[in-house]
């Protein structure tokens, strides 16, 4: 039957946080007048900053420091990688290293391509922004990470800038800042080189200079943080056109766009914004769809790194920046999962020891969404509380997922399902206990009803039907002789290990003539019931 919802103290659900909670502000230790990109991977968070790359710990507390960069600008990493690849503009290179032992495995060499500032990763693909301020000397190469020696290849026209640059799957978007009117650019990346797809130009007039770049998941939405407009746009990577815009009031209420990113789900947007002071920040978490505002939360005295926006399970992370001194400071929002979940657990109404039994349930998002494909953490306790194998089971798109268990014993077995949620839904357990009973075997003997004496007679039987293993047992034969003179007399024949499908094998060779009765019983234990059974043989004296 169905149990409560319950996690244990191990599996701990993040709670939604209060609006304009401004989460934990944690000062790295570094000035640096150029850097503030952030990504996190592999429980480590990476801060580029100038002439080193910081390394924070999830609490945002600094444990490592990768030193000696000359112009560290920019970070990339997959979602399913131990990597990151750094940008080191002054040295005309980008690096790889291993996020678990926070070293750099490899050196890319980008002095054909001076000043990488900007990256971007899909797959096996790094995408660089590049330029020193040259008009036309600028532009965006790609990488085939693969690649012993990456070949780069080009993609687009020459600028001055190095463009921002974002990619999902087959679509990357570019674009160079700073410069007015803005143009976006949009590439197939499928082909090589790219195929052009169009341009993002707003309007006539263009659009304003291009302080931020990122594309949703799907790869159906350029967004845009743009220099006086007081908001974030949607962009139809398709028709180019305007899809919606984010605090689209026009109004300057929370001050300047600074960056912009989507969540992974591609629910949600989250935009960074500067006062015009240059001494505040803020950052605000908008519906992807609705632009309905859905979480505020601010910070006084300091400012939001442009580009600066990463997550990371139910984190976000910023980049923040004291206005005179430079100092950095990296800004970790509280655990961030706007909506819940309910997640449940249908367990058989009843079980049997060694027999499979199916479990099923469903992860509802309170948006009515599908969630996906998504991972559930199945956990499971014997009747003594001993802990059995961890497993991870993985849902159907709509969220329906099943799975079958062995009980290996009976008794009062414990399962719990786990969703740990991400960035934007609260994660979720449910849990159930079944009651298991014994395995009731089905007894069966076979041989001969007829025998000599002097002769062997040979049985086999089974109690097994159903594809089962068994643990070890044992079978007890006892014959039971009837005399024709009407002497009865009984003996216990030697014990029999059945195999692993419960099947088993004796013989014996009667001495005397009569009706010998062969009872046949399977010991019982935790896991089996005990049975009997009976097979009668007559046996005659041999013929002349």
């Known amino acids: 039957m169905a149990g409560s919802l319950l996690l244990t103290s191990g599996l701990l659900v993040a709670q939604a946080p209060a ?3 401004a989460g934990i502000v944690t000062d790295l ?7 503030g990109d952030v990504v996190a991977r592999g429980s480590k968070v990476f801060v580029a900053a100038d002439d080193r790359i910081v390394v924070a710990s999830l609490d945002g507390q600094p444990i490592s420091t990768i030193s000696g960069l000359s112009g560290a600008v920019a970070l990339a990493a997959p979602d399913s990688s131990r990597k990151v690849y750094a940008a080191l503009r002054d040295s005309n290179e980008v690096i790889e290293i291993d996020t678990a032992t926070v070293t750099i495995t490899r050196r890319i060499d980008l002095t054909a391509y001076p000043c990488p500032s900007t990256l971007t990763q899909s797959h096996s693909r790094l995408w660089i922004g590049y330029g020193c301020g040259e008009p036309g000397e600028g532009g965006v190469v790609g990488l085939v990470l693969s690649e012993t020696t990456p070949t780069p290849v080009r993609v687009g026209p020459g600028t001055t800038q190095p463009p921002l640059v974002a990619v999902a799957g087959d679509t990357l978007v570019a674009g160079e800042p700073g410069v007015s009117p803005a143009t976006v ?8 080189p790219a195929t052009p797809r169009g341009e993002i130009r707003g309007d006539a007039n263009g659009l304003p200079p291009l302080r931020d770049l990122a594309i949703t998941e799907d790869r159906s939405t350029a967004l845009s943080a743009l220099a006086d407009t007081h908001q974030f746009d949607a962009w139809d990577t398709t028709t180019l056109t305007q899809a919606r815009a984010y605090n689209g009031s026009g109004s300057s209420e929370h001050g300047v766009p600074t960056a912009v990113a989507a969540s992974p789900d591609g629910a949600y947007v989250v935009g960074g914004w500067n006062s015009s002071a240059g001494d505040s920040a803020k ?4 519906d992807a769809t609705t632009a309905e505002v859905i979480y505020e939360a601010d910070h006084q005295g300091k400012a939001l790194v442009a580009g600066s926006i990463a997550f990371y399970g139910t984190l976000t992370w910023a980049v923040l920046q004291e206005p005179d001194t430079g100092r950095m400071h990296l800004w970790r929002l509280p655990p ?4 819940s979940s309910t997640l449940t657990l249908t367990a058989p109404s009843e079980a049997t ?6 479990f099923s349930g469903r992860l509802t998002l309170s948006t009515g969404s599908l969630p996906g494909v998504q991972t559930l953490e199945l956990y499971r306790w014997l009747p003594d509380g001993t802990s059995r194998p961890y497993q991870e089971i993985t849902t159907a798109a709509d969220g329906t997922y099943e799975f079958t268990d062995t009980p290996p014993s009976s008794g009062t077995f414990a399962y719990q399902v786990f969703w740990p949620g991400n960035s934007w839904f609260r994660g979720r357990g449910a849990s159930a206990t079944v009651t298991v009973a014994l395995y009731q075997p089905v007894l069966t003997v076979n041989g001969p009803a007829t025998g000599v004496v002097g002769e062997r007679l040979e049985f086999s039987g089974t109690f097994g039907a159903d594809g089962v293993v068994f643990p070890p047992t044992t079978i007890v034969v006892v014959r039971k002789v009837v005399s024709p003179d009407g002497t009865v007399t009984s003996k216990a024949l030697a014990k029999v290990a059945p195999a692993a499908d419960g099947s088993f094998g004796f013989t014996d060779t009667p001495t005397t003539s009569g009706q010998h009765t062969y009872t046949v019983r399977l010991v019982g234990n935790s896991v089996i019931e005990p049975a009997n059974t009976s097979h009668v043989v007559t046996v005659l004296q041999p013929t002349a």
Do not use: F
Not at 336 to 339: A, E, G, L, Q, T
């Open 29 to 35: 230790g570094v000035v640096a007048k150029r850097g």
């Open 353 to 358: 020891a060694l027999k499979q039994v199916t």
């Open 185 to 192: 650019r949009v590439y197939d990346i499928s082909t090589t």
């Open 283 to 286: 950052l605000v978490v908008y």
């Open 336 to 339: 961030s999962p706007y909506h």
């Open 19 to 21: 609006a304009a909670a």
